[in-house]
């Protein structure tokens, strides 16, 4: 009966054994998890951190290049009204020398 009862109690202590080392196997590999874990959530942080900064430098970028568009097209307008300008001046040039021309031909010639 001592045999037997020996035998259990080594039984129930292999049993224990290899419960607490699955235990610390478990506890072992939640630990490594977790670190995984940690490092891929600072690489997103960081890679989050580095898209927002791209953002913000590419929204900069847009607004600049929305505002030197505007600007651009301001001095367009100005220059097409300059030119509007400046064809009327030379279409009234042409007619005062058509004029002189036949007024020159018709007094002096």
């Known amino acids: 009966m001592r045999t037997d009862t020996i035998s259990r109690d080594d039984v129930q ?3 224990i054994e290899n419960l607490n080392k ?3 196997d478990r506890k072992i590999f939640d630990t490594e998890t977790a670190k995984a874990l940690n490092a891929f959530q600072d690489t997103l942080s960081e890679h989050v ?3 927002n900064k ?3 430098i590419v929204s900069e970028t ?3 290049l929305s505002d030197n568009q505007n600007k651009a097209d301001a001095k367009i307008e100005d220059l097409n009204r300059r030119v509007i300008q400046l064809t009327a001046s030379l279409y009234g040039l042409v007619v005062a020398v058509f004029f002189g021309v036949i007024v020159y031909a018709q ?3």
Do not use: S, Y
Request: hydrophobic share 55%; no cysteine.
């Open 107 to 109: 007094f002096f010639a």
């Open 54 to 56: 791209n953002f913000e």
């Open 22 to 24: 699955q235990m610390a």
């Open 62 to 64: 847009i607004q600049l």
């Open 49 to 51: 951190d580095v898209n």
């Open 13 to 15: 202590d292999i049993k």
